[in-house]
C-alpha cells in the first residue's frame, strides 16, 4: 500500500555541507536525489524511512570534468548528462551506452550516477561499467572525504561500505586503454530491468564484469586470466559460467543467465577483434 505523503519529512539543504551536517545531526535520513527507485518504493509501501534529504538541489555534487587523466563525475549526474557528455563519450563510451538502456526519457532526465550506486542493486546498468572502469567512490562526512574502489563498494545484496552520515560526492575513473563493450539482455529492448548486462574491455589484460548474475556486480577475475593467458574462448567460457552465481526468478532462470552470459562472452571477444579501440557497439536501443 502506498505511503501516505503527510507522515513523510523531508529536509532541503542549501549546500554539500549543509547537507553533511544534517546527516550528522538529523539522522538517519534517506537521500533523494532524482527519487526514480525512492518514490517506486513509497508508492508500494516497501520503503522503511520515512525522513528524507532532499539533495536535487546541491550544486556541489552535479558536474562533469577532466582532471588530468581522471574522468570525475559528480553524484548528481543524470543519465542524460552522461549521454550528452562529450568528455564520458570520448573517455568513458560505454558509460553513455550503458545510460541509453536505462528506462524511459524521463527517467534518464532524473536518474542520477550516485543513485544507481546507492540503491546496490545487482542490476544497476552502469554498475558492470564502473567495475570494468576500476573507477573509485568518493564518499564525504562532516568528518572529511575518503575514496573506496568500486570493487570494494559493496559488501552483500544491497550493502555497500557507506556509513550512515556518509553521502556519494563522486566518481573517478582513470584512464580506461582498450576496446570497450557494454551490452544488455532484457524481456525487451528499452524499458526492463536486465536478466543479464555485460561491460568489457578488451586489452592485453582483458577486464569483464556483469550484473544481475550475483548478489553483487562480478567481476570476472578468473575469465579475465584466462583471455589474458592465451586461453580458448570455450575455456573462458566455461570459467565465467564457474564464476557467475546467477539465481531463479521473476524475470529469468538461472540457467538462462548462465547462458547468455557465455554467448555475451563470445560476442565481445569477437566484435572486439575488429572494432576499433575505444567504439563500443552500435546500440540496439533508440537514440535519443
Do not use: C
Not at 87 to 96: E, N, Q, S, T, Y
Not at 103 to 116: A, H
Not at 265 to 271: C, D, K, P, V
Amino acid at each position: 500500500m502506498a505511503t501516505p505523503s503527510s507522515r513523510l519529512t523531508l529536509l532541503e539543504p542549501r549546500s554539500l555541507d549543509d547537507a553533511l551536517r544534517l546527516l550528522r545531526a538529523e539522522g538517519p535520513l534517506v537521500p533523494l536525489a532524482g527519487g526514480t527507485d525512492v518514490y517506486v518504493g513509497l508508492h508500494f509501501g516497501t520503503l522503511s524511512g520515512r525522513r528524507f534529504l532532499d539533495l536535487w538541489g546541491v550544486s556541489g555534487l552535479r558536474g562533469i570534468r577532466r582532471r588530468g587523466d581522471t574522468l570525475v563525475i559528480g553524484a548528481l549526474a543524470t543519465y542524460t548528462d552522461l549521454i550528452e557528455s562529450s568528455l564520458v563519450r570520448r573517455l568513458l563510451p560505454i558509460l553513455a551506452e550503458a545510460s541509453r538502456w536505462v528506462g524511459s526519457i524521463q527517467i534518464q532526465n532524473r536518474g542520477t550516477l550516485g543513485g544507481n550506486l546507492a540503491n546496490a542493486s545487482p542490476a544497476g546498468d552502469t554498475l558492470p561499467v564502473l567495475a570494468v572502469a576500476e573507477a573509485t567512490v568518493v564518499l564525504r562526512s562532516v568528518d572529511g572525504e575518503r575514496r573506496v574502489p568500486f570493487t570494494g563498494f559493496y559488501t552483500g545484496y544491497r550493502q555497500t561500505v557507506m556509513r550512515p552520515d556518509e553521502l556519494i560526492v563522486a566518481v573517478e575513473v582513470p584512464r580506461v586503454p582498450g576496446r570497450q563493450w557494454f551490452r544488455k539482455v532484457g524481456t525487451r529492448a528499452a524499458q526492463a530491468i536486465s536478466k543479464v548486462v555485460m561491460a568489457a574491455v578488451r586489452a592485453p589484460r582483458p577486464r569483464i564484469a556483469l550484473g544481475s548474475v550475483a548478489p553483487t556486480v562480478v567481476r570476472a577475475a578468473r575469465t579475465e586470466e584466462v583471455l589474458a593467458s592465451g586461453g580458448t574462448l570455450a575455456e573462458a567460457q566455461t570459467a565465467l559460467m564457474d564464476e557467475i552465481q546467477p539465481i531463479d526468478d521473476l524475470r529469468s532462470t538461472a540457467v538462462y543467465r548462465r547462458r547468455v552470459a557465455a554467448n555475451l562472452l563470445a560476442q565481445f571477444w569477437t566484435e572486439t577483434a575488429r572494432r576499433p579501440p575505444g567504439r563500443p557497439p552500435a546500440s540496439r536501443k533508440r537514440r535519443r
